[in-house]
Structures are given as structure tokens and as C-alpha cells.
T-cell receptor, first 117, second 115 residues
């Protein structure tokens, strides 16, 4: 149980294009999902919190107009990197919060490697 | 969210038991302790979660002293495939209905297992 998928796993795009990444909770419903970014040899950094049916909450320094988040259902959140540039190249990871009995646990997707040429 | 401190790296050998300790002096009453494992170019994998005393599952044990200011992840009989980065995180595990916090990842512990 508690499986989170991401699609695509890898994407290469030209500078200026937009890229959409999907995050799905496969066997549980997640009212809250999170998007992280990880640069080489660094730890994960939280970008935004995605709430089903409402606007996402962005961390300080993350441009909401550049990283569009939509959480249209209890099992799907999407991150769209608009007008991508080489500095946006990174490993993007989503997580979904499973409201278990007593403790909430975040389960992570396998990640999406974005390379902007 | 409580800040955590872990060793940057550890080395061990196949078949040994490995204990990784994490300090979280500012842990709050509602906070749970969660450990994740991450391999290169993969998302973190949930290992174990606990609130107090001892928790054990099929892959690890988690020891939490009474003051909860630290915790120790114990990996029994490690193998080469356990080479990875291990993250200790502390956060509010009790759903409050008022939203949720993303996790603040520290640098983690890079565990290297040698033959």
C-alpha cells in the first residue's frame, strides 16, 4: 500500500517550453500533496503544498506563476514548469500525505528528472 | 518544525548491525519521528515511524528514549544494497484538520556498506 507514482520519469525540453509533471496516489486518497526539488548532491527542498480543491501554498522564493500546481482530485496533483530555463533543470519529487490512524505519513513518488536545454 | 542533526556519513560492512542516531532537541509534543531512505535518482522511501519507545517492522527498528530528544534507526545485518542516504524527520503526525506541513529535510546520513 501507500504507492505514489509520477509521470514522466524523465523529460528533456527546450528552453522556453512548458512541462507538466503528474503525481498520483495509487491506493489512498490524499487531500494534501507536496512538491519538492532536489539538486545534485543536495537534500530535498520543499517547493509548495498542494491542497485538493484549493490554491497551492508556495514556499518563500518559489515563483507561483512559474510553477503552476493543480490538485483537481484526491489522487492527482500536477506541477507545470512554465517557460522552463536551464536553471530549472532538477529532480522534482512529489509526496502524498496518508492520513493514517494517529500519524500522518508522507509517501514519495519516484521523481522526475527535468533537463532543460 | 523541529530541526534534526545526523552524522553526515557512516561506514559499515555487510552483515553488521548499523545504528544511526538523530538529535531533535526541540521536538514538540505532537511530533512523530520518521525515517526515509533515498537512493540516487529516486524518491525517498519510507522506512519507519514512531512516537516513543520502540517500533519494529520488517526492515528496521526505531528506538526513542523517554525524553524523545533523539532517536536511533537500527538496520540489522546490512547488505551492499543498504548503501543510501538516510533522513530523519520530525513533524506533526497528528492530523489537525487545518492543513499539513511539508517536510524539512536535513542533509541526511550517507551510509556506505562495504563487502
Amino acid at each position: 500500500g501507500a504507492v505514489v507514482s509520477q509521470h514522466p520519469s524523465r523529460v528533456i525540453c527546450k528552453s522556453g517550453t512548458s512541462v507538466k509533471i503528474e503525481c498520483r496516489s495509487l491506493d489512498f486518497q490524499a487531500t494534501t500533496m507536496f512538491w519538492y526539488r532536489q539538486f545534485p548532491k543536495q537534500s530535498l527542498m520543499l517547493m509548495a503544498t498542494s491542497n485538493e480543491g484549493s490554491k497551492a501554498t508556495y514556499e518563500q522564493g518559489v515563483e507561483k506563476d512559474k510553477f503552476l500546481i493543480n490538485h483537481a482530485s484526491l489522487t492527482l496533483s500536477t506541477l507545470t514548469v512554465t517557460s522552463a530555463h536551464p536553471e530549472d533543470s532538477s529532480f522534482y519529487i512529489c509526496s502524498a500525505r496518508d492520513r493514517g490512524q494517529g500519524a500522518d505519513t508522507q509517501y514519495f513518488g519516484p521523481g522526475t528528472r527535468l533537463t532543460v536545454l | 518544525l523541529a530541526k534534526t542533526t545526523q552524522p553526515i556519513s557512516m561506514d559499515s560492512y555487510e552483515g553488521q548491525e548499523v545504528n544511526i542516531t538523530c538529535s531533535h532537541n526541540n521536538i514538540a509534543t505532537n511530533d512523530y519521528i520518521t525515517w526515509y531512505q533515498q537512493f540516487p535518482s529516486q524518491g525517498p522511501r519510507f522506512i519507519i515511524q514512531g512516537y516513543k519507545t520502540k517500533v519494529t517492522n520488517e526492515v528496521a527498528s526505531l528506538f526513542i528514549p523517554a525524553d524523545r530528544k533523539s532517536s536511533t534507526l537500527s538496520l540489522p545485518r546490512v547488505s551492499l544494497s543498504d548503501t543510501a542516504v538516510y533522513y530523519c524527520l520530525v513533524g506533526d503526525g497528528a492530523y489537525s484538520g487545518g492543513g499539513a506541513d511539508g517536510l524539512t529535510f536535513g542533509k541526511g546520513t550517507h551510509l556506505i556498506i562495504q563487502p
